[in-house]
């Protein structure tokens, strides 16, 4: 099945404790996104990768980090969380071809830090 | 840069009635458009998209959405609603030529009534 797997679905942590929420894909996509959805904000895109190795800030990248070194996966890194980092997460990927634009989401991660 | 308003946030309608949202962009040149729908708890689910061509877009489950340049607008309607339709819907844009960088409005929830 075509799917954008995410792990841990739900996640507690303390402030500053560093954390990885995994993301792979098995579609052979190129471009993989990570957003964060808050109530009222909507998603906003934290970061985003054309391609392995290629990556680009978001809207709000402060606080994270991300590395594509295989195709299928793009992990998401907050090296020091603080609270302002409750969030939901959603990993995505779609193809970069114009017929098939749009992207599959993960399941999401709810991350709590206290 | 891409913006995309929903100005409605909540939105209440009868079982069997019409449904419109509305979505406003903002975007230079011809953008890519989408709406997603997000049921509670769960990730997001893409509902149609428009590249080019023709304005009137028909998507999954009885949706469908028109494209109006000269209004920057792109409505997601339904003739008949049922009440498995109560969801969060978001409306996104996609510039043309950075395909990864997608922006979502702030969505709009329905609640449909019996």
């Known amino acids: 099945e075509a799917q954008v797997t995410q792990n841990p679905r739900y996640l507690i942590t303390v402030t500053g404790k560093k954390l990885t929420v995994t993301c792979s894909q098995n579609?052979?996509?190129?471009?993989m996104s990570w957003y964060r959805q808050d109530p009222g904000l909507g998603l906003r895109q934290i970061y985003y990768?054309?391609?392995?190795?290629?990556?680009d800030k978001g809207d709000v990248p402060e606080g994270y980090k991300v590395s594509r070194k295989e195709k299928r996966n793009f992990p998401l890194i907050l090296e020091s969380p603080s609270p302002n980092q409750t969030s939901l997460y959603f990993c995505?990927?779609?193809?970069?071809?114009?017929?098939?634009?749009?992207?599959?989401f993960g399941s999401g991660t709810r991350l709590t830090v206290v | 840069a891409q913006s995309v308003t929903q100005p409605d946030i909540h939105i209440t309608v009868s079982e069997g009635a019409s449904l419109e949202l509305r979505c406003n962009y903002s975007?230079?040149?011809?953008?890519?458009l989408f709406w997603y729908v997000q049921s509670p708890g769960q990730g997001l689910q893409l509902l149609l998209k428009?590249?080019?061509?023709?304005?009137l877009v028909q998507g999954i489950k009885g949706f469908e959405a028109e494209f109006k340049r000269s209004q920057s607008s792109f409505n997601l309607r339904k003739p008949s609603v049922h009440w498995s339709d109560a969801a969060e819907y978001f409306c996104a844009v996609g510039a043309t030529g950075t395909a990864s960088k997608l922006t979502f409005g702030t969505g709009t929830r329905l609640q449909v009534t019996l």
């Open positions: 975007y230079g040149a011809t953008p890519y």
């Open positions: 990768s054309m391609n392995v190795e290629v990556t």
């Open positions: 579609m052979n996509h190129e471009y």
């Open positions: 428009y590249f080019s061509g023709d304005t």
């Open positions: 995505a990927s779609s193809t970069r071809d114009r017929g098939g634009y749009g992207y599959t």
